[in-house]
Each structure stands twice: as structure tokens, then as C-alpha cells.
């Protein structure tokens, strides 16, 4: 069988610059050399940490992580003018790799209202500004801002002039996120073909996404003959954002047979960094966005999670774990059906008959009509009370928490222990109410459970908001989930750790084997 070989195509990452210029998402200098290190953990191609002249602060950013960040090119962004150029120079000095990237618009619209200089005096701007790079730097990069609005032959005459000066990367960026992906492709073509000299450099593409056209457009530019795809984490960036790592990332590896293009970033730190960037930009991920949002990989339809627990295949495209993400996830709510219920059960190591299952699911139905999800720790209250069987090993009884402004949090938990009936009061103090309250469940767990991690999501808003807690922990180097809701974000996180203690203690019961470890 022959194996096609794959085009190897370059991931520039500009999160730390085009990423950051969305308002709202600026980033310390300290921020932007802790990304660094994840985006070269990830293995990005080229990274662009920041825009040297625009601050001090992203000077000092850009010059620290071209001294201490290894492995990956870095680039220096400027304007076709002298001083941004020295300060890119200045900046990238003690990179082992370096470029500098400059650029100038080359449409109509640009020249007239925004340069208002005539296309003879931009080109020569260009031609000039490119040579006078090369003087510092071997590699430069050139982009034509808003190449996808100009005309082809005023493309080509720009693109022909800096090739002429030494400039060997050529960015042609939809600047404005206009283009369609057919004509996009099309522009690469006939550059790459038109310009003389085009053979010779590597061409770049550079998305926005105002038409929701990133990536759809990158991927069409790889068709064009682009080698390197101009991307940031999470889509984040200008306006609406540029073309998203993640999501051009897993289209071509989900679809390089058909594409015939690969990347070499590491997919299983995607998603982490997706988290970390999240974080530092204070950018929320939306629940339905591509790959890393909450729902990729979770499901609440019954049709859907009966073809899961049969074969993954079935409504998955990408396997969740390759990407770091822990595994699919199966929602129990409205639309679940009785497969999802009965493997449930079973991962908590209780087995159901068709008597049972038709009383549970009548039970839960009822339920789940009324509120957004099911929570295990709710799941478990209804087998008990429709088929008796006791599939609780810990409850949380009285709970007490004191916040305010003294400087520790103080949590006093009573843990029952259903099968003996001994119950235990005990009292922790936390920064905040939720560690005061971790920690003093986990005295009153005679097990050696170890706690793993809470994630916490509001569900609605207003007087009807309530937060979903999961809470992961590890026993025997195994690890469990626990979810639950409630209207009181400390009790949502306490009930979800007593309900994970629950799923790990189960799963050595005396019934039958819950099955995977990890469970949904
Ligand atoms: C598509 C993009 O993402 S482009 C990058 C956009 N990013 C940013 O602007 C973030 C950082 N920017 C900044 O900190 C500031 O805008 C600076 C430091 C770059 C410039 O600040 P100032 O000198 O005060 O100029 P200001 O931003 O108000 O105006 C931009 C000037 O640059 C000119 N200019 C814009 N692009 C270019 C270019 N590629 N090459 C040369 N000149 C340019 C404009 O025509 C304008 O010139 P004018 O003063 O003669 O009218
Ligand atoms: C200047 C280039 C690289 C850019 O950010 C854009 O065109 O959006």
C-alpha cells in the first residue's frame, strides 16, 4: 500500500499578539512569558509574542522569551517603519531562531483612507523597509495587509518588489475576514504562480473570522499553495478573532487524508493550553465551540448516548483523550434515555433489571422535566428510593459555612456513613468557603480518597441560576467523576465530592464491575 506523504504545513502563532489585540484580553509581560513556554510546549512552528515598539511591556515580553524560550522561531512584528523595525531588531536579538515580520496594506481602501499614499510610494515604502530588515535579519516575513480586498495585478507588483529585496516569507492576510473561500484559495494561486520570483518563498495565510470563515478560508489557502497558517489559541483576536489553532489543527488531522496536510503540534496539551489562555485573557470558551468547549465531546440525547455506549464512532469524530481532554462525557437530562441510565447505574457498580429500569426511568423522566441536568448524587437518591437498593456508601448531612471578610473561610461538614449509620462531624478552614469545604469532607471520608479537581458551571441565570459542580478524585490510581447541582455553589461542590467518593467506593463493591474507570 502506498502511504501519500503529507505537506508539513507551519503553525505561526500569534496569540501573544494579533490574539491579545481583542479588547479586553491584554496580557503582563509575566503572562505572556508563562504562555510562551505552553505554546512551545505545543510545538507551535513560530511564535509572535507581541508588537516590540507598541509598549514597553511587550519589549521586555518579546526580549525574555526570545532569551529563554527554545525550540520554536520567533518573530518580532513591525510596520514598514524604521523605528518599529529597530525596536523588532532590538527585541528578538537572542533568539537562536529568529524573523521579523513587517507589513503594509496594499488595497484601495487602505491607501486612500488609512496610508493616504499613492500605490507608487507604498510600493517603494515596502521595497525599502523590506531590504532595510534584511540588513539585521535573514528571515523576513512581509505582509500585505488586506490582500484579500486588493486587486491581483497591484498584489503581485507589491509581492514582486519585496521578493526583489530578500523577503522570503509573503503573508497575504484576509484582514478584514471578507473572502470566500474559493476566491482566497484562488488569490494563493495565482500569486504563488503570477509574481515573479513567487516560487521561491513560502506563502502564509493570515484569517479573520468576521464571517465565521477562518478556517475554512486557511484551509482553502492550503490548497492555494499556503505552507504556513497564521492562527491563535481559541480563535481569540481582532473583532470576532483569526483562524483557531485548535480548530485548523483538528480539521487536519481529522481530514488529512482528504486535505493531504499535516501539523506537528502535540494534540494532547490542546486542550490545557486552550484552558490557560482561556484563563489569562479572562476570555470565557463558549460551551459549543469546536474541540475545546464544554460540549464537544458531551452528550445528552438519548439516541446519541445509546450509539456512544455502543461504538464512540458513531457521534464522534475526534477521540477526546488524543486531545487531553479526559474522555466524552454523557449528560443525563430530558433527552436521555434508558441505555444511558442503566450504564450508569452499572458504573456505579449497581445492576438494574427491566422491572427496576422502567421504575427508575419513570422516576428520572419526571425529574430531568423540570431541571436542566441529572446529577448522579440525584441519580443514586432515585434508584434507592425506586428499587431499594442502597447506592449511596456517604451522604453529606448538616453542612455550615462561614465567609466574609475574615481572612480564612471555615467549614464544619457532618458525613454520614449509611451502611454502618456512624456519622462524623468535622471542621476546616479554607481560603475560600469551597477549600474549607473540601477540605472537611475529606476528614470525614475514612478512605484514603484523593482529591483531584472541581470544575464549577452556572446553569441559567437570575433567580433561577444554579452551579454544577464535578468534582474529580483518585483512588488506587484510578480516577472518578461526581457531579451535582444546586442553587448554593458550596453545597453543588460538596454534594459532587461526596457523590465522586461514592462512584470510587462503589466500584470495588460486591456488585457487578462498573466497567471503565473513569466514568461518564
Ligand atoms: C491588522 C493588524 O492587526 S495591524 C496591527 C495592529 N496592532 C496595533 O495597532 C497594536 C499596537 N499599536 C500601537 O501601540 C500603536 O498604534 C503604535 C505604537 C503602533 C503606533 O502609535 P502612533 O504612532 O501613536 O500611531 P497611531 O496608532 O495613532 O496611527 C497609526 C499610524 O501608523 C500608520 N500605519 C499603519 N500601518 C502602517 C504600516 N503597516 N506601515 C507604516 N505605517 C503604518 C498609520 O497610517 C498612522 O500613521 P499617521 O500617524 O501618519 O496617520
Ligand atoms: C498585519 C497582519 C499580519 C494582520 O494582523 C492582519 O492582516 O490581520
Not at 511587550?58 to 523595525?85: H, L, M, P, Y
Not at 497591484?154 to 516569507?169: K, P, T
Not at 458550596?490 to 466497567?515: F, T
Request: proline content about 3%; overall charge negative.
Amino acid at each position: 500500500m502506498i502511504i501519500p506523504v503529507k505537506k508539513r504545513i507551519q503553525i505561526f502563532d500569534t496569540t501573544l499578539r494579533d490574539g491579545e489585540q481583542a479588547p479586553g484580553a491584554s496580557l503582563t509581560p509575566e503572562q505572556k512569558i508563562i504562555l510562551a513556554g505552553k505554546l512551545a510546549d505545543l510545538r507551535v512552528d513560530v511564535m509572535e509574542p507581541g508588537f516590540p515598539v507598541s509598549s514597553p511591556g511587550d519589549f521586555a515580553a518579546v526580549e525574555t522569551i526570545s532569551r529563554n524560550i527554545q525550540g520554536v522561531e520567533i518573530c518580532g512584528f513591525a510596520r514598514a517603519v524604521k523605528g518599529d523595525i529597530d525596536a523588532a531588531v532590538r527585541a528578538t536579538r537572542d533568539a537562536a531562531r529568529r524573523r521579523i515580520h513587517l507589513f503594509i496594506s496594499s488595497s484601495d481602501i487602505h491607501l486612500r483612507h488609512q496610508l493616504r499614499m499613492s500605490r507608487p510610494e507604498v510600493v517603494a515604502v515596502a521595497r525599502e523597509m523590506t531590504a532595510y530588515a534584511r540588513q539585521f535579519c535573514d528571515v523576513v516575513e512581509f505582509t500585505a495587509m488586506d490582500a484579500a480586498r486588493t486587486g491581483i495585478d497591484d498584489l503581485i507588483e507589491m509581492v514582486e518588489a519585496v521578493i526583489e529585496e530578500g523577503a522570503s516569507i509573503i503573508n497575504l492576510p484576509d484582514t478584514v475576514g471578507y473572502a470566500l473561500p474559493q476566491e482566497y484559495g484562488e488569490m494563493f494561486r495565482r500569486v504563488r504562480l503570477g509574481a515573479r520570483g513567487g516560487d521561491k518563498v513560502i506563502y502564509s495565510a493570515h484569517c479573520h473570522n468576521d464571517l465565521g470563515l477562518a478556517v475554512a478560508n486557511s484551509l482553502a489557502a492550503i490548497e492555494g499553495g499556503a505552507t504556513q497558517i497564521e492562527v491563535t489559541v481559541n480563535g481569540v483576536g481582532e473583532r470576532t478573532g483569526n483562524c483557531a489553532l485548535e480548530e485548523l489543527v483538528m480539521a487536519l488531522e481529522t481530514r488529512g487524508d482528504s486535505i493531504g496536510a499535516e501539523t506537528g503540534i502535540v494534540l494532547d496539551k490542546l486542550y490545557d493550553t486552550s484552558r490557560m489562555i482561556s484563563g489569562a485573557m479572562h476570555f470565557p470558551i463558549a460551551f459549543n465551540k469546536p474541540v475545546v468547549g464544554r460540549n464537544a465531546f458531551q452528550h445528552e440525547s438519548g439516541i446519541h448516548q445509546d450509539g456512544l455506549l455502543k461504538d464512540r464512532s458513531t457521534y464522534e469524530i475526534m477521540d477526546p483523550e488524543r486531545l487531553g481532554i479526559p474522555r466524552s462525557m454523557i449528560i443525563l437530562g430530558k433527552h436521555s434515555g434508558r441505555h444511558a441510565l442503566k450504564d450508569r447505574a452499572a458504573k456505579y457498580g449497581i445492576a438494574l433489571d427491566s422491572a427496576e429500569l422502567d421504575a427508575l426511568y419513570e422516576s428520572f423522566k419526571e425529574t430531568a422535566d423540570r431541571q436542566k441536568a441529572v446529577s448522579d448524587d440525584e441519580l443514586l437518591r432515585m434508584v434507592s428510593s425506586t428499587t431499594g437498593q442502597q447506592a449511596q456508601i456517604y451522604a453529606l448531612g448538616e453542612v455550615q459555612v462561614l465567609a466574609g471578610s475574615a481572612p480564612r473561610r471555615v467549614a464544619a461538614v457532618t458525613v454520614r456513613h449509611l451502611q454502618s449509620g456512624a456519622e462524623t462531624t468535622q471542621t476546616s478552614t479554607g481560603d475560600g468557603p469551597l477549600e474549607a469545604i473540601i477540605a472537611a469532607i475529606g476528614q470525614g471520608i475514612a478512605e484514603d480518597i484523593r482529591f483531584d479537581g472541581l470544575e464549577l458551571h452556572s446553569l441559567g441565570s437570575g433567580g433561577n441560576a444554579q452551579a454544577e459542580a464535578a468534582v474529580m478524585v483518585e483512588w488506587k490510581d484510578t480516577k472518578f467523576r461526581g457531579t451535582a447541582i444546586h442553587h448554593d455553589i458550596v453545597m453543588a461542590a460538596g454534594i459532587a465530592y461526596i457523590a465522586a467518593c461514592n462512584a470510587a467506593l462503589l466500584s470495588e463493591s460486591e456488585m457487578p464491575s462498573p466497567g471503565s474507570a473513569v466514568n461518564s
